[in-house]
């Protein structure tokens, strides 16, 4: 039993790996996953008990001394969480004061009084894309599920041709776009460009969507043929509101942290010097926290206040925004442990090491991985944090374009087929009331072809930037 991987969590730089070494480290990680997949799926534990569990496994497989292990998990814990956390605190922040002040309902149906027949899905598109920026998953799904309903009942259109785009709209954002968890911590653990990644992310989302959206919903319609669910009708957020924010400033607020970002990205490029006053200026206000903390004190006076909120209630959205999503951070926390873990038992040296022997490119290296984790785990950020974790020595020696393809190659196939061992699988069927099977001919299908299509688009951008 080779003790490989204790060396290389106790040095500085690890020692070449031997063919012994990468067989147990290969079985260590085999079986640091398999427990994860067990644990979630079968005894239906936490994902962060189910990854903290899984990591320590992994540890012990690879050789380590069970304090090692330790270390390296809570390390890439806390460095995730210090990393994202704050990120993703104020993401949810913005997207609760955007649910409860009305404003993400003033988006919807300005958008709808201009949309009418075959532009509806589009609509849609458009609807889910915007709104999806600063709302995780299954939140947009919560707040567009009865735009969608109401849509398809009122106007009299097939559910799918409806609700089709609306998930595709929202499973892009998640899987490609920054602030969402999955794609920060990408960028965080291949060290990518955050405005580089979003900028190219926006570039593949957009023909994505298309196809995956309202292109394929008309095949969807023929698939599955449901009536809207009647009992699935809630009410709206501001329905209890006097008065809402307007468009123009809720439109300007979300993108507000998108369009800091890409400034910033595009300062770096243009400028390109470190001492330069404009270049530092924009490294602030660009940065990912700054961005984000800007949107949600301008949202404070775009939204809270026009929709009437007191200072107090200001405070209570705040309050329940951040409740949410402490299960969120754990497990984006412990899936930062887990890529640690992997890192330090050198198991990111291995796939470095295999993949010189291959004559697969990177990114689909990375995609594949991404993929069968996400087949396994049923979750796409446990898929991407795991899969980043995987290949981050492949971005070593890349350029800061392809190091920011390598992270949307990962969150491409961390969609690859929601399946029964996927939470957004069920909350899709049982909104729309669907049997299993359509669910799969509809959502599964969709998350498919987002999947294959954005892969299939960054391996094209590889080759021409």
């Not at 085999?30 to 239906?44: E, N, P």
């Not at 955007?98 to 009418?116: C, E, F, H, P, R």
């Not at 532009?119 to 889910?128: F, G, K, N, S, T």
């Amino acid at each position: 039993m080779t003790r490989l991987s204790v060396e290389m969590l106790a040095a500085d730089a690890p020692p070449p790996i031997t063919s012994a070494g990468h067989a147990q480290l290969g079985i260590a990680v085999l079986a640091g996953i398999a427990v994860i997949v067990l644990l979630i799926t079968r005894f239906k534990l936490h994902a962060f008990l189910s990854l903290t569990i899984g990591s320590l496994v992994l540890g012990a497989v690879a050789g380590a001394p069970l304090d090692k292990a330790i270390a390296s998990f809570t390390t890439g814990l806390g460095s995730t969480v210090a990393g994202v956390g704050v990120l993703i605190a104020l993401g949810a922040i913005l997207g609760k004061l955007l649910a409860d002040s009305g404003g993400a309902d003033q988006v919807v149906d300005t958008i709808l009084a201009k949309a009418k027949g075959r532009a509806m899905p589009w609509a849609m598109v458009l609807i889910a894309s915007v709104i999806g920026l600063p709302l995780f998953f299954e939140v947009g799904i919560v707040l567009l599920i009865p735009v969608v309903l109401m849509v398809a009942k009122r106007g009299n259109y097939s559910l799918m041709r409806i609700g089709v785009p609306a998930l595709a709209g929202l499973s892009v954002m998640h899987g490609l776009i920054p602030p969402h968890p999955g794609p920060l911590v990408a960028i965080d653990a291949v060290k990518a460009n955050l405005g580089v990644t979003l900028a190219l992310g926006i570039l593949v989302a957009i023909p994505t969507v298309i196809i995956a959206g309202p292109l394929f919903a008309k095949v969807a319609a023929r698939w599955v043929d449901v009536p809207v669910p009647e009992r699935m009708l809630p009410q709206r957020p501001s329905e209890e509101l006097e008065r809402r924010p307007g468009f123009g400033a809720t439109l300007a607020t979300v993108l507000l942290p998108v369009v800091l970002m890409l400034a910033k990205a595009l300062v770096d490029i243009v400028v390109d010097d470190p001492a330069n006053m404009a270049q530092r200026v924009f490294d602030v206000i660009g940065s990912p926290m700054i961005a984000l903390l800007a949107a949600v004190l301008v949202g404070v006076f775009t939204l809270g206040m026009p929709a009437g909120f007191s200072k107090e209630r200001i405070s209570s959205t705040v309050e329940k925004g951040l409740m949410p999503i402490a299960g969120i951070l754990l497990i984006v926390g412990a899936g930062g442990g887990f890529k640690q873990t992997l890192i330090d038992a050198g198991v990111g040296q291995m796939v470095l090491d295999i993949s010189k022997d291959w004559s697969i490119p990177a990114l689909l290296l990375a995609w594949l991985i991404a993929v069968a984790i996400r087949l396994a785990t049923g979750s796409a950020t446990v898929a991407t944090i795991s899969a980043a974790g995987l290949v981050a020595p492949l971005a070593a020696d890349m350029s800061t374009t392809h190091a920011a393809l390598l992270v949307l190659a990962v969150g491409a196939g961390s969609l690859f087929f929601s399946h029964v061992n996927d939470a957004g699988f069920w909350l899709v069927k049982e909104y729309f009331g669907l049997s299993v099977g359509q669910t799969i001919k509809s959502w599964s299908v969709m998350e498919t072809i987002i999947s294959v299509v954005a892969g299939a688009l960054v391996l094209l951008l590889s080759l021409v930037i």
